[in-house]
C-alpha cells in the first residue's frame, strides 16, 4: 500500500529548474536574478515562474550601462558609461557557478560612454584567443584582448570617430555615436551602428593578431540614426545566404538588407529590401523621447523590436496588493519572409515603462526585458511555432535604479 501511495505522491510532485540572469543598472550594480520555474504534474496550471534576487555587486558604478556574458568561461564584462564623468570604464568578473554571485577580476579606465560590447573567439592550437569591442557614444571603438581563463583584459586598439559635418537631426547628430557594435555570422568582422553618422561602419578582424582594420561604412537614410542591429543567416541547399536587419533611434523604422561579402575580406555590401516603421500600421505617438531601442530574431521566424517612452496598454501591477494597472510601452513583432523581407506582426506589452534592452534566452522559449523607468526585469514566453512573444508576464523583479540591460547566464 506504501508503495502506490509514494508512486501517486511521485506523480503529484512539482519538479522545479532555475535559471540565472544578469541585470545592469544606472545604480552601479550588477545584479545577480534567479528566475525558477515549477512543473506541476497531472495540473492544468502547467509551469509557474518566480525572479527573485540572489546577490548584487557595485564594482561597475556608477553608471553601469552594458553586459556581455562568455558562459563557456564563466566570465561577465561590463560597461560603466560615466554619465557625469569624462571617462567610463570597463571591468570584468568571474562567475560562481552555482550561486550566480560576481567576483570582480579587473577594470580599466576607458574613453567617454561605454554603451555596449561584443565578444569575438577564435581556437588556433587547443587554446582560445578573445577580443571584446566597446563602443563608445562620445567617442568611437576599443577593443581588449581578453584572457578567457583569467576574464583578464589587456587594451589592444582604440578608434576615435570623427564627423565631416552635422547630419539632418541638429540636435542628435552633431558628433558620431557609436551604439552598438555586434559580430557578423563568419565572424570576420564587426559592425558598429552609428547614431550620429548615418553609418554602419565595418571593421575587418585578424584572427591571428586579433587587430581591426577598417572597412567601407555602410550609410544609411540620412536622419533615421541607427541603432542595433541584428543578423539572419538562410541555409538552401547548401547555400548561406546573410541579412541584417537595422532598427534605427531617430526615424523609428526598421530596414532589412541583403548582405554580400566582397573578395578578399574587402568589406561588405548592403542592398535594401523592405523598410517599416516601428509601429507597424498603428499611429506613432507623439512624445518626446519615444524612440525604438533594442532589435532581436526569435526562432528564425520573427523579429523583435522595443519602443521606449509611448505608452499603449495598460498591465496588471507587479504587486499583487494594488489593483492600479501599470503603464506599458511596447514590443512589436515583425513575421520574416523568406528572402528578407518583413511584415507587421503586431505590438504587446513591453511591462513597464521604458524597455531599452531585451534578451532572448538561448533556448529562444523566453524573453527577458530590461525596464529602465520601472527599475524592472520581466520575462515572457514564447511560442516557439510562431516566434511570438506572449503578452502574459511569467515573473518580474525590481531591480535598484534604472536598468540599462539583462542577460542570460547559460
Not at 29 to 35: A, G, P, Q, R
Amino acid at each position: 500500500m506504501l508503495f502506490y501511495q509514494l508512486l501517486a505522491v511521485t506523480a503529484l510532485a512539482a519538479v522545479a529548474s532555475a535559471k540565472h540572469l544578469y541585470v545592469s543598472s544606472y545604480s552601479g550594480n550588477v545584479t545577480t536574478l534567479s528566475l525558477t520555474k515549477t512543473t506541476h504534474a497531472n495540473s492544468s496550471s502547467g509551469s509557474t515562474y518566480k525572479l527573485v534576487t540572489l546577490s548584487s555587486n557595485n564594482a561597475c558604478a556608477p553608471n553601469a550601462s552594458f553586459l556581455t556574458i562568455d558562459p563557456i568561461h564563466q566570465n561577465l564584462f561590463c560597461v560603466n558609461e560615466g554619465i557625469v564623468n569624462p571617462n567610463g570604464s570597463l571591468v570584468s568578473f568571474k562567475i560562481s557557478p552555482n550561486s550566480g554571485r560576481l567576483t570582480k577580476i579587473n577594470s580599466v579606465i576607458t574613453p567617454a560612454a561605454p554603451v555596449n560590447s561584443a565578444l569575438y573567439t577564435t581556437h588556433h592550437n587547443g587554446t582560445s584567443k578573445q577580443l571584446l569591442a566597446v563602443a563608445h557614444y562620445a567617442w568611437g571603438l576599443t577593443t581588449y584582448t581578453v584572457d578567457p581563463s583569467t576574464a583578464n583584459f589587456t587594451l589592444s586598439q582604440a578608434f576615435n570617430f570623427t564627423l565631416a559635418k552635422p547630419g539632418p537631426n541638429a540636435a542628435r547628430q552633431a558628433a558620431p555615436h557609436p551604439h552598438q557594435v555586434l559580430l557578423d555570422p563568419t565572424k570576420n568582422f564587426f559592425l558598429v551602428p552609428d547614431l550620429g553618422a548615418d553609418l554602419v561602419r565595418v571593421f575587418h578582424i585578424d584572427p591571428s593578431t586579433l587587430h581591426l582594420t577598417p572597412r567601407a561604412s555602410i550609410p544609411v537614410i540620412p536622419g533615421s540614426g541607427p541603432r542595433h542591429g541584428v543578423f539572419q543567416t538562410v541555409r538552401t541547399n547548401g547555400t548561406e545566404t546573410h541579412y541584417f536587419f537595422l532598427v534605427t533611434e531617430l526615424a523609428n523604422t526598421i530596414t532589412s538588407y541583403q548582405v554580400t561579402y566582397q573578395p578578399f575580406a574587402a568589406g561588405l555590401l548592403f542592398r535594401p529590401i523592405t523598410t517599416l516603421k516601428t509601429y507597424g500600421n498603428h499611429t506613432e505617438p507623439i512624445f518626446a523621447g519615444n524612440a525604438a531601442a533594442e532589435i532581436a530574431l526569435i526562432c528564425d521566424k520573427e523579429l523583435l523590436v522595443s519602443n521606449r517612452n509611448a505608452t499603449y496598454f495598460g498591465i496588471a501591477n507587479p504587486d499583487p496588493r494594488n489593483a492600479t494597472k501599470v503603464a506599458s510601452d511596447t514590443l512589436a513583432s515583425f513575421k520574416i519572409g523568406e528572402a528578407g523581407e518583413f511584415s507587421f506582426g503586431g505590438l504587446s506589452p513591453a511591462g513597464g515603462s521604458f524597455p531599452r534592452q531585451f534578451s532572448v534566452s538561448p533556448a529562444e522559449d523566453l524573453v527577458a526585458v530590461g525596464l529602465q523607468d520601472s527599475a524592472r526585469v520581466v520575462v515572457y514566453g514564447v511560442d516557439g511555432k510562431k516566434g511570438r512573444v506572449g503578452r502574459v508576464v511569467l515573473a518580474s523583479a525590481g531591480v535598484e535604479g534604472g536598468v540599462t540591460s539583462v542577460v542570460w547566464g547559460e
